[in-house]
């Protein structure tokens, strides 16, 4: 049977001799498999991570009434100083952004709090005052600035969004000079 037949071994495994992977062809595709799905594993993750940091950014802009976070400058948190060397009582800052303006006032002796819709914003606010030592007069709340009452409070700060004010709800605004 040397005219061209096939060897007695390959008939008993099924299978003729050039179809027969190689081991090291089943290995690579393995490793290339495993790969596919780390890959797929970090690039999801990512995309996760990324909604969720940029969400609390970007849902303000599709309110009705929009609402941007925009930090304060130096020059305006000096002014609310220098505005409250006079007074007494507790502040709140409505809309506080990234505290700055709550741990100002708390450094200058106030009970100051701050709402924010931000929750990102929020717990950055709670570490920086943590961070300069205010922890205790200085607190901050996610909350919808119209859902909180401000009566308890002597002091409001609304600062620099036109569209938040309204004939009833405004003590003083502040805006860069």
Request: aromatic share 10%; proline share 6%; hydrophobic share 45%.
């Amino acid at each position: 049977m040397d005219g061209g037949g096939t060897h007695l071994a390959t008939l008993e495994e099924g299978r003729p001799p050039e179809c027969v992977p190689p081991a090291s062809l089943e290995a690579s595709s393995l490793k290339k498999s495993s790969w596919g799905a780390l890959f797929t594993g970090i690039v999801g993750g990512t995309l996760v991570a990324v909604y969720a940091v940029a969400t609390p950014f970007i849902t303000p802009a599709l309110r009705r009434i929009c609402l941007p976070f925009v930090p304060a400058t130096t020059k305006q948190i000096e002014n609310v100083v220098k505005m409250l060397q006079c007074r007494s009582g507790p502040l709140v800052d409505i809309g506080s952004g990234d505290g700055r303006i709550v741990i100002a006032a708390a450094k200058e002796g106030f009970t100051a709090v701050g709402y924010e819709l931000n929750p990102w914003l929020v717990w950055y606010s709670r570490y920086r005052a943590w961070r300069g030592g205010v922890q205790a007069s200085a607190r901050f709340y996610i909350s919808d600035l119209w859902k909180v009452t401000f009566s308890q409070y002597s002091n409001v700060v609304i600062f620099g969004v036109p569209q938040m004010v309204s004939a009833h709800s405004i003590v003083f605004i502040l805006k860069e000079e």
